[in-house]
Every structure is written in C-alpha cells, then in structure tokens.
C-alpha cells in the first residue's frame, strides 16, 4: 500500500479559519475520507499533532506497523499531518502513531475525528462513510421549526439508551434501529414531543453514562453503527419525535488513546491542573482559549445537527465553564486577565457555538445546563447575552423538591421554596428538569423523595407533576420518573417495567399521558411558556392552606387554564377563588381522579360563577379541592 502526499481537503482559507477558531465544519477535512485518486481506491487521512516529529497510521490493513505508512506534515504553521493511503476500506481499523521529541506515554491515539470506533474496551477507530444513508423524514425537516419554537409545546422525555429497555436474554443493549422502534411507539403513546438522550458521543467507561466523551464525532458503537444511528433518529422523526443530543464540551476522558496529551503537549487542554484538571469528575477541561480548540468544539456540535438531523444540544455542565473556581478552594484556580473568575474564553466559544449553529440552522434549539445566576444566558449574544435558546430552571427543581419533601403539616413554614420560582421564571427561557441528576448517587426516587406513607408519597407525586406541567416553561422528565419507579436509576439494567403490574404505578403513567396531551392540546398551558402575558396570580398568599391559584394564558383566540394546587393533607369544601370572567368552568383535569389511582375528591359538575368578590375579582367560584391534589379549570 502506497503513501501519496500530493493530495489535501485543506485550502489556504480552510487553514486560516482553523487557526483562527472560526471554521465549523472541520469534519469535512481533519479525519478520515474515503476517496479515489487517479483511480487509486483509499483514505485521505488529516490529523492536527503541531508537537509531533512524526506521524504514522496504524491499523489491520498493515499490521499494525509503526513504520509502513507515514502522513507528511504541511509546509505552513498549521500542524497538520495529512496522506492519501490506498487500498483501504470502510470497516478497518487504525491509530495515530505520534513521535515526539519529548517522552510520550501513550503514543497511540484514536483519531480524534473519527465517525466511527470499536467496541469499547476496545478504542481503535474505524473507517467509516457517512454517505451511503437515505433519509426519510423530509416532512419533518421540513415543519420542524414549529415544533422547536419556544411558543410550541415541548415535553422532553430524557434518556439513556442503554437502560431504557434491554433484550431480555443476557441483559443485552438494544441496538439503535430496535430502540428507535419500540422508543418511538411509546413517546408517540405517552404525547411526548422530543426525545433527549444521554451522551452517544463515544465513550470508554459505561459508568461515565457518556459523560466522558473519548469521540466528538462517532456515535458510540455499543449500540450499532453510524448508520443505524441515523436511522435512529429517522425513526423518530418519521414518527413526529424531535431528538435532542446531551453534548459535553466541558471536559474530557483522560483515557490514554483519546485528546489528553494528545502529541506529547497539552494541546485541547491546558497544562497547569489549576486550568486543566477538573478535580470533581476527574477529567481534562479544554483549553477555550486556543482558537482551534475552539474549531474543533463547534465543528462537534454542527457534524450532529447537520449529518445526523439532530434537533437540540444541550450543553452539558455550563456552570463549570463559566466560571474558573468552579469546584476549587481559593488558590486552586487562576484568576482571569483582569482578576475575576469568570472563564473569557469559555464565554466567547459559547457565544460562538451558538451563533454559529443559529445562523445554520434557525430550526434547532440550544439548551444550557447552567445552575447559578449567570446573567443572560438565553439571551442573544447582540444583547451580551450566551445565545442559548433555553436554560435549565435548576432553582425550580431544587426548590420543588426540597417543598415537596416536607411534611404537609410543615409546609406552610416553607411557601417561599414553592413559589419563589415565579418571580424569575421569566428572566431566562427556562426549560423545567426533573433531571437523571436527581435520581442517582444516593438521592432516591421522585417517589421515594415525596413526604407521607404508601399513598400519600404517589399523591405528591402526582401533584409534583401537574405542578410541573402548569408551570410557564418548558418540560423534562427522566425515564422511569413517569412509572414511579421506586429504585434508583442504575445503568447496568433495564427500568423496572414490572412496577406497571401494580394500579398506582399505572395511574402515575396515565397521569403523564394526560398531563403531556393537555400540554400538547390546550394552548394556554404552552404558547407563553417564555413569556410574560402568559402568567397570572390569583393568589399566592394562602400558606396557611398549603394552597395557591394561578391562570395560564395564552393569545386572545386561547380559553385560559385556571390551576388550583392543594399540597396539604386536608380535603377542603366550598373553597373560594376569584374569576374575572363570569360563566360555566369545567374541571379538565384532577391528580387525584380515580383514572390515575387518586381518592376521587373531584369537581364533576361544571361551576357556575358567583357574584361575590374575591381576590380583587369580580367574580368567585366555590370549589372542592383534592388533598394533595392539583386541579385545572376551563370556561366552557
């Protein structure tokens, strides 16, 4: 097999906008890529190793041989090593051999590039074409943007794919193709609108749950290939289900074959531990300073929205990004050029990241884990704001079920962690998570989280729900949270399906159906999720009750939503709320109806007004409210 240098899929601008952090399509050169040259049938391969003396490709095709096939290094300053081999194919295996000047303890490197890789524990790359596929969901591409705005209902069911659902013989992953069937089926019964999983980009150790990432560019082989996983999200959207990647640009593996030390110097990551080591998962951070680092992150981000049709990334781990101390006692970080903490260069790549994929797709969403009060964070960048579409609502979670962990007796000393959330809930995009994060280490189930007995924890949980539900901002809830499941979520198995055998986990399930099809159906609950017209207090004021009261609105042709929240233990008669508009209301909805396993205190003849004032309304209405219930109301 014979090397040819006179060969490149880099020109002279291609090079300026890598040097320069600008270039968002970098998969297109660095990697590997089938081609033909003079009717030579092999594979252009490119790899930036600036500190490297040498460069050799190494895989099946020649025996591993360090020495048989050399790349050449480009005769400009960008560091790039590149060489046309002929005769391979797709399917075989390689490694970078990097030479230095300096010791190099692990010399063999997967290309960082790679669309493809072994199994772990195996960690050679693969070749791989990306070309073959045909996409079926031109519908979808093609209307996306309205289920993807922030006046659209998005109800996120959140997933790792390797413990969703497992073949019962061996307790053997799903592939791709098999989970984007039986995924699809249930997200389409459940009224869910997107589907966000859990790091696919490649990864070594399962217990990272994908979380440190070894391949920006592969999905991870566990599950099957490139092309399997294209059909995944194919599937999905044929079947009307957006598709949301958990990205993780914060840190990285420091698995010897991945970037950590990558040519004998710190070249994605910074060298000093204060900058580069991230001591609370054990990980490099990338150096956001260093312009190709830079290229290199947002070509990640673009290579799945565009070759995989991706709908949404969310940025993994923001809060670690932008700020320097973050997890460190003082000294163990370096304070910025003008003495503060916050991470400059982070701030621009994000700025860039999202402007970048904004301006090429303006039909996507970009969500931000971002748990401090960062200002402006879904704000767009022309304003000084990150440009995220959405953030993470981490406050309402936090303050929701450290609320919902108290005893109803106790709960009016703690009003202020159920409300506090509806005094910002406007000054971000907020996407409301019911997070995998708070389902393992220790924490315990939502269930098991929920304060009283048997019965009393799934009444609260159920009124968890619908509170979620009738709060402005978007929805996320974790695979399992919607059975009940009273076990921690563990990677190693499948979700405890047989929970469904029991009427109370059932009903929690139906609960979420519902819960899912008035969000998707009753505009008033979606449309001004982000906006301010779409809120109304009623009253907020009643702790001694455990009660509060608040309107969903939407536009002038969209009916509002009354929702009445009763978290205390008392069933209370002929309770009174002010209306505005007089007239007939029906309750739509109770947590505590029999259909989902409730005690069955409902409204079940319509309401008919009253002409008393109450709450500085015209108008009352005189209600039956469930203990531990949540009711919504419509005028009919």
Sequence with gaps: MSVFYDVSRFSEYDVYLFREGKHTKLYNHFGAHLMHREGKHGVYFALWAPNATHVSVRGDFNSYDINSHHLKKRDDESGIWEGFIEGIDVGMTYKYHIHTSEHNANPDKADPFAFYAEVAPASASKIYSLNSYKWQDKSWMHERKKHNSHTSPISIYEVHLGSWRRAEEENRFLTYTKAAHELSKYLIEMNFTHVELLPIT???????????????????????????????????????????????????????????????????????PRQGYHPEWGSAIFNYDRDEVRSFLISSAMFWLEKYHLDGIRVDAVSSM?????????????????????????????????????????????????S?????????????GLGFGFKWNMGWMHDTLKYMKNDPVARKHHHHELTFSFVYMYNENYILPLSHDEVVHMKGSLINKMAGDYNQKFANLRALYSFMIAHPGKKLLFMGCEIAQFSEWNYEKSLDWNVLEFPMHQGVQKLIKELNRLYKEEPSL???????????????????????TFIRKGDDRDEPIIVICNFSDCQRENYPIGISKKGTYKEIFNSQSK??????????????????????????????????????????
């Design 202 to 272: 490649e990864y070594p150790f399962e217990g990272s749950w994908g979380y440190q990432v070894s391949g920006y560019f592969a999905p991870t082989a566990r599950y099957g290939n490139p092309d399997e996983f294209m059909e995944f999200v194919d599937i999905m959207h044929q079947a009307g289900i957006g598709v949301i990647l958990d990205w993780v640009p914060s840190h990285f593996v420091m698995d010897g074959h991945a970037l950590m030390n990558f040519d004998g110097s710190c070249l994605y990551e910074h060298k000093d």
């Design 322 to 370: 932008l700020y320097l101390n973050y997890a460190r006692e003082e000294g163990e970080w370096i304070p910025n050029k003008f003495g503060g903490n916050e991470n400059l260069g982070a701030i621009q790549f994000l700025r860039d990241l999202n402007t970048s994929l904004y301006g090429a797709f303006d039909d996507i969403m970009m969500f931000a884990e971002e």
């Design 372 to 384: 401090t009060a960062y200002p402006l964070v879904s704000a767009p960048v022309d304003v000084g």
């Design 526 to 548: 979606h449309r001004f999720d982000t906006d301010v017209h779409g809120f109304e207090w009623i009253d907020e004021k009643d702790y001694e009750s455990n009660v509060i």
């Design 595 to 636: 259909e989902f396993e409730g005690w069955g205190a409902t409204n079940t003849e319509p309401l008919k007004t009253i002409a008393k004032e109450q709450h500085g309304r015209k108008n009352r209405l005189l209600l039956t409210l469930p203990a531990l219930g949540v009711i919504f109301l419509k005028r009919i």
